[in-house]
């Protein structure tokens, strides 16, 4: 327990492998009731019944009865940090929580966050449900990375363009009109295949990343909110306002003085 709430999950395992030339000798059965991971920190391995080799980024999720990954080529190997995290008795985590494997692409934060666990797990007697809440999240974080970009590289390149020009323009007055001519769809083409695709019209996708961007500036920034609303795309303090609580559900101001740490 922590903090009254209970745990879906504990830390089990926390390792780091490094395979002689050609791979591990052979794979490893679970055989615990827990997810097993192993991410991928150099060289690289052939994947779980696949022929492609998989290089450092990658995280592979194993569960009961599944095998280890432990194939690399005669001249080559891998090293990998490992994880495993026993499952709650009351099934509250499922195993279609992550997929057999996903692609955690910041190296530099993967060299960090595997320095920092082995550091935490081998060397400062940090109590190990810190270290498994630290690295289950991370693991969580990366992977909804993971799905947002291969939701994305699902798109239409239309859709796309569409999406790489308003997230770029979004605080000038740009309408579909505009985007419909940089994409090279009729307007009317243009609003019901975003729509369709992304449940949303173009002109409530641009309001979206203008809020976006204006929680952060009110809470990192101290420019008066008058200024904030013209550098997000509003002419109008108020209309900005407006659109801000509708959305929102609080003012400009109250939400800054909510998310302020310090005044």
Avoid at 24 to 44: K, M, N, S, V
Avoid at 202 to 207: K, T
Wanted: with cysteine.
């Amino acid at each position: 327990m922590i903090n009254g709430i209970k745990m879906k999950f504990s830390l089990n395992q926390l390792g780091y492998y490094t395979s002689p030339m050609g791979g591990a000798p052979h794979p490893r059965l679970i055989e615990l009731d827990l997810f097993f991971f192993e991410l991928i920190t150099a060289g690289y391995v052939y994947g779980i019944n696949d022929e492609r080799r998989f290089g450092p980024g990658w995280v592979f999720c194993h569960r009961k009865g599944d095998f280890t990954i432990n194939r690399s080529d005669q001249d080559h190997y891998y090293e990998c940090l490992t994880l495993s995290f026993l499952r709650s008795k009351d099934g509250a985590l499922s195993y279609e929580d992550f997929p057999r494997s996903f692609f955690w692409g910041d190296l530099k934060a993967i060299s960090t966050f595997t320095q920092e666990l082995i550091l935490a797990f081998h060397h400062e007697d940090m109590p190990k449900d810190i270290i498994g809440d630290f690295a289950w999240n991370q693991l969580r974080f990366r992977l909804n990375q993971f799905q947002r970009e291969e939701s994305r590289a699902e798109l239409t390149p239309k859709i796309q363009k569409a999406i790489l020009y308003m997230e770029r323009f979004f605080m000038q007055d740009i309408g579909i009109n505009e985007i419909s001519i940089h994409v090279g769809l009729s307007t009317s083409h243009l609003h019901n295949k975003f729509k369709r695709v992304m449940g949303i019209t173009p002109h409530q996708f641009i309001i979206d990343l203008r809020m976006r961007d204006a929680k952060h500036r009110l809470v990192s920034q101290d420019d008066p909110i008058k200024r904030i609303a013209y550098e997000v795309g509003y002419s109008n303090v108020e209309n900005f306002c407006r659109e801000f609580k509708k959305r929102i559900k609080v003012t400009p101001a109250k939400y800054r003085k909510m998310y302020t740490t310090y005044d």
